[in-house]
């Protein structure tokens, strides 16, 4: 059973075309990852899915209704997690989890919400004494309160410490293990590999590629090699120094060097071979496999020529 599904999904602002005929489906109990750029057209099309923006023009179902005309039946079957909330700093946790728990005709108990978010120490404190940490984890628990079949996470664990992002991926996994449908869009890939059972990528309001995170990757031949820029180039320098080295494109980001390479062995002892005539070192020089964030940096980077 399908829990959404897309179909020629067409979303105009005057003349600019957020959302350029977009197609996909969600099947029950899936996690769907969608990634993309800002401007992509994610929120777009996740608050039409969500019944608060209409369609230009396509065909919108989810759980089996017209999101932009459903009613009340429809909003106690959702939940959704907001890139940010205006949640009164006056309340307490406990008190706004009740709150919103009573819109729903059936819901969690704010104690049991509260500990799945890792609030149960908190329970009691005003949210206005939160940091923007336990404030995402409130907009978190204000999305499950009410036992949705299909959850809506848009950006769910910005401004979450490591501890607090694998707690909540591991509450979104049990999520879907029970059968929730989770739709998510996130700018952190590692979130998106972990977590997702298929992911869709979109650039200028088309979908570029769909699949399952292993079935991407597997798209992206070649192997990563990075390694920390030393101190004796300056970044601006990187690609003119490592490019000819290792005999493909590098990228950098800040000091970290990558390159995705097709035969590693010839291009590390190179590298290898400049550091020892360079009298330097490589930290954190590693040989890994593509992950889902090369895929889709290759994905963007090939759009993004395709349209020059």
């Not at 401007?39 to 039409?48: M, P, Q």
């Not at 020892?276 to 090369?294: I, N, Y």
Request: with cysteine; hydrophobic share 40%.
């Amino acid at each position: 059973m399908l829990a959404i599904e897309v179909s020629d999904l067409r979303k105009n602002y005057g003349d600019v075309q957020a959302v350029a005929g977009v197609s996909f489906d969600v099947r029950e109990g899936e996690v769907y990852a969608l990634l993309g750029e800002n401007g992509a057209g994610k929120s777009t099309i996740v608050e039409i899915l969500e019944g608060h923006r209409t369609a230009s023009s396509g065909r919108v179902e989810v759980l089996g209704v017209e999101p932009a005309t459903a009613g009340r039946d429809f909003r106690n079957r959702i939940g959704i997690v907001l890139q940010s909330s205006g949640v009164e700093s006056e309340f307490t946790v406990r008190e706004v989890i009740e709150l919103y728990g009573g819109c729903y005709r059936q819901h969690l108990d704010a104690d049991e919400v509260a500990g799945l978010v890792g609030l149960d120490e908190k329970v009691d404190a005003r949210i206005g004494s939160l940091s923007g940490g336990q404030r995402r984890r409130v907009d978190l628990a204000l999305g499950i309160v009410g036992k949705p079949e299909l959850l809506f996470l848009d950006e769910p664990t910005t401004g979450f410490d490591p501890s607090a992002r694998r707690k909540s991926w591991d509450l979104i996994e049990r999520l879907g293990s029970a059968g929730t449908t989770v739709m998510l869009t996130t700018h952190y890939l590692d979130e998106a590999e972990r977590l997702a059972d298929r992911v869709g990528v979109l650039s200028r309001g088309r979908l570029i590629a769909e699949g399952t995170p292993e079935d991407l990757i597997n798209k992206v031949s070649g192997t990563v090699v990075s390694f920390m820029l030393p101190d004796s180039v300056e970044p601006d320098e990187a690609a003119s120094t490592f490019g000819p080295v290792l005999g493909v494109d590098v990228r950098v980001s800040g000091r970290l060097v990558e390159a995705t390479i097709d035969h590693p062995a010839a291009a590390v002892n190179r590298l290898t071979s400049w550091a020892l005539e360079a009298g330097v070192e490589l930290d954190s020089l590693s040989v890994g496999r593509a992950s889902l964030e090369d895929v889709y940096l290759a994905l963007t980077e090939d759009e993004g020529d395709e349209q020059q």
